[in-house]
């Protein structure tokens, strides 16, 4: 069960931002469900997820740009990916956080990188609410320090999907709200390489119960 914190208010600007969190913590038991598109749509959003696998698998198969092992380029013939999966498509609110604090995230190889938490998103699937943090960079500047990332735990993670969990990129539009398209999930590096790079732990909080069967698979994997 979801639960919303309470909010102290000891002047008018944080009794605004009080009221703000109150709205969104009433929005959370109406999660929204699938982005419903029209067949127009659907097809645009269809050709664009295509498009971008094309161009990525394109990018790894180039020496300078691959995060593959050297050894496997010549033989690389493609990520493997879900079939597109339009119902693990959401259109949600990102709800700020009270305070954007800073946290520390561990590396598979140790060591910890700082993140700031953005704000979260709360959606509704096969029935039940889910809510996962977003976070943001830390020391960044210009376009790069309102990136939006939101790494995440399935239950696809250690058979078809990487082990260490997948990652998402997301974008707020000028109303604030994000496209949470499972169909964008991506691997860390550490699952073509582990050896050479060192990739960020999604928190256990960001874990769903069900399985999100959209996205990129596990490299090399035969599902």
Known sequence: MNRCRRVPRPAVAAAGLALVLAAACARESEAPGPFVM??????RWEIALVEMRIEKNEAFAEP??????AALIPDFEGLNYYLPVPSLRFRVALVPEAAADTVRLAGTKGG??????RGH?????????????????????????GRLWLPFYDATNGNETY?????????????????????????????????????????????VDFAVVAGEKRFGSDH
């Not at 496209?179 to 050479?196: L, S, T």
């Open 38 to 43: 029209d067949q127009h749509e659907y097809e």
């Open 121 to 145: 998103v709360v959606f509704r699937h096969d029935g039940r609410n889910h809510r996962l943090t977003v976070f943001g960079p830390v020391g960044e500047e210009g376009a790069a320090a």
């Open 163 to 207: 082990p260490g969990g997948r990652y998402l990129d997301l974008e707020a539009d000028a109303e604030g709200f994000v496209d949470v398209d499972f169909n964008y999930a991506y691997n860390p590096y550490c699952d073509y390489d582990p050896e050479r790079w060192s990739c960020t732990v999604p928190p256990r909080e960001n874990t």
């Open 64 to 69: 300078e740009s691959s995060p593959l092992p």
């Open 112 to 117: 910890e990188t700082p993140y700031v938490r």
